[in-house]
């Protein structure tokens, strides 16, 4: 039986496994979905007349991407933390891995 310390910490890390799976699955979605509109808006250019390269190429396909993208960005934010990429534990890896590297350089 859980005493209730261990039933509000049960709460708390299930809500945060369920914040990182919506955020996988929105993740998911983008990329499906963009990738889809933007074979649409190339496969319309082509048929406009442009070039494969220039279809390809031009950034107006793209511009989803860039504004859904900024939503995802803060998704990843809200959901991991500001911190995720220079986070203590990245310092305390990095600070290791350059240890490492002085010690085989010295020797």
């Known amino acids: 039986m ?4 261990q039933e509000q910490k049960y709460i708390r890390v299930r809500k945060k496994i369920e914040k990182i799976s919506k955020f996988y699955k929105h993740l998911s ?3 499906a979905v963009n990738t ?17 390269n220039e279809a390809f190429f031009n950034l107006g396909n793209y511009k989803i991407w860039f504004w859904w993208g900024i ?27 350059y240890l490492r590297e002085e010690e085989k350089t010295r020797f």
């Open 2 to 5: 859980r005493t209730d310390h």
């Open 29 to 31: 979605v983008y990329l």
């Open 36 to 52: 889809f509109l933007s074979a649409i808006f190339i496969i319309g250019d082509i048929e406009a007349g442009d070039t494969f």
């Open 71 to 97: 939503g995802i960005v803060f998704q990843a934010i809200g959901t991991f933390g500001l911190p995720m990429i220079f986070s203590k534990d990245w310092e305390d890896r990095k600070l290791q891995e």
